[in-house]
């Protein structure tokens, strides 16, 4: 069987740190790998529109936007297509034709939908296309037959639906879908990174986040401000790392060379917490530590991205031709898909024949 990646992200606003560490890393670390035979990678904004119908040059504007984090951080237009949702009719399709595989309540048990519905304050109100995206994501997983979707971990219940939505095709039409399994950091924090207020997640929407395209100034800014234990006043006080965000930034980002390049007094994160834990340890050191390795990381990212900021008409090519070989892939599925479902009248000799005889023809 073939290995298959899909991924993607609504274009809602630009890329952070939480994308990064929760998906994007992974992506290029799998495609690098050279052990997938086909790589997609969707911008998402047909389903950005399902709670944002009402500001499409929002999800116009950030297209492009999510293409340069993502070219920034390796991905490799040679060896994963990028390409964009709503160019491609066969999601939309099959969506449809897979509505009547889930029940209402099944789509109201899903925990990330019920706490979404929640943060956007939709009460009673909630468009119907925002309640079932977990069923377009589902088209969108399989019209690739995708085996692996490199995401973080508030899409575990989406794949989990997902799966559901194959098993039940599979059962009534016949074996055409394949089951994706999820692919989470292997790094506990990295799996849901928190926002720099210490928010459980960094998100575009709780503005809570340090973009990739950020400028060392404010990258700066949003650090010294980031949240930690609100009851160490004093250096000498001792602190917590429970709960400090500056500290899980670190568990999710800190290498061994970087204390050796950066803070040579400690040997690893473990001695750093010990001497915080027991006082004496101010917030502005470890912040400007955690400054210094989130630099590390970024200035690459950074320099990659204005390189292709120069040629935007470039980046839009490299989406259409993504688009086009991607539109292959689903429009291949989607003809699978309706000559399991048996409408695909105008193809079926058998059924023209079979009819014909039925009236003597
Ligand atoms: P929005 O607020 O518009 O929903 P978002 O910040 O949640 O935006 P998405 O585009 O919904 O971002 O998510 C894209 C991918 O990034 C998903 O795989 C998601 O799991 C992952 N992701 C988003 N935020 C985080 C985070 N804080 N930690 C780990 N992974 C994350
Ligand atoms: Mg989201």
């Known amino acids: 069987m073939k290995k298959i990646i899909l ?6 606003g630009r890329l952070h740190l939480g994308h990064y560490v929760g998906s994007l890393k ?13 790589i997609y990678i969707m911008i998402a904004d047909a389903q950005a529109l399902t709670d944002n119908f009402d500001n499409p040059e929002k ?13 920034s951080v390796g991905i490799d237009p040679e060896k994963s297509d990028i390409f964009i949702q709503s160019q491609i009719n066969a999601l939309t399709e099959l969506s449809f034709y897979y509505m009547n595989l889930v029940t209402m309540a099944r789509l109201q048990r899903n925990p990330t939908v019920k706490s979404e519905i929640e943060m956007r304050g939709f009460a009673n109100d909630i468009p119907v296309g925002f309640f079932t ?10 019209a690739f037959k995708a085996t692996a979707v490199p995401v973080g971990e508030d899409q575990e219940p989406m794949i989990e639906q997902a799966r559901e939505i194959v098993r039940k095709f599979n059962n009534t039409y016949g074996e055409v879908l394949t089951e994706p399994e999820i692919i989470l950091s292997d790094n506990k924090v990295c799996k849901r990174l928190p926002g720099t207020d210490g928010k459980a997640k960094m998100s575009k929407s709780l503005g809570n986040g ?21 009851g160490h006043i004093r250096i000498e006080d001792p602190g917590k790392i429970e709960g400090n965000t500056v500290f899980t930034y670190l568990d999710a980002f800190s290498t061994k060379d970087d204390f050796d390049e950066f803070l040579p007094d400690y040997s690893c994160l473990d001695e750093l917490k010990e001497h915080y834990k027991n006082g004496g340890l101010g917030d502005v050191k470890i912040k400007k530590f955690l400054n210094k390795v989130l630099e590390r990381e970024l200035e690459p990212i950074r320099k990659r991205r204005a390189c292709y900021e120069k040629d935007i008409p470039g980046v839009y090519e490299i989406l259409k031709k993504g688009t086009e070989n991607a539109k292959k892939t689903a429009d291949n599925t989607l003809k699978e898909v309706k000559e399991a479902m048996k409408i695909n009248y105008f193809d079926d000799d058998a059924l023209i024949s079979s009819q014909a005889l039925k009236y003597g023809g």
């Open 7 to 12: 991924t993607g992200d609504r274009p809602t």
């Open 59 to 71: 999800i116009r504007t950030n297209i492009v936007e999510v293409a340069l984090d993502y070219l």
């Open 26 to 38: 992974m992506r290029t670390m799998l495609q690098d790998s050279g052990e997938f035979d086909e």
């Open 210 to 230: 340090i973009y990739l395209a950020d400028d060392p100034e404010t990258v700066k800014k949003k650090v010294m401000s980031m949240y930690t234990d609100p």
């Open 133 to 142: 995206y977990p069923i377009s994501q589902a088209a969108d997983i399989t």
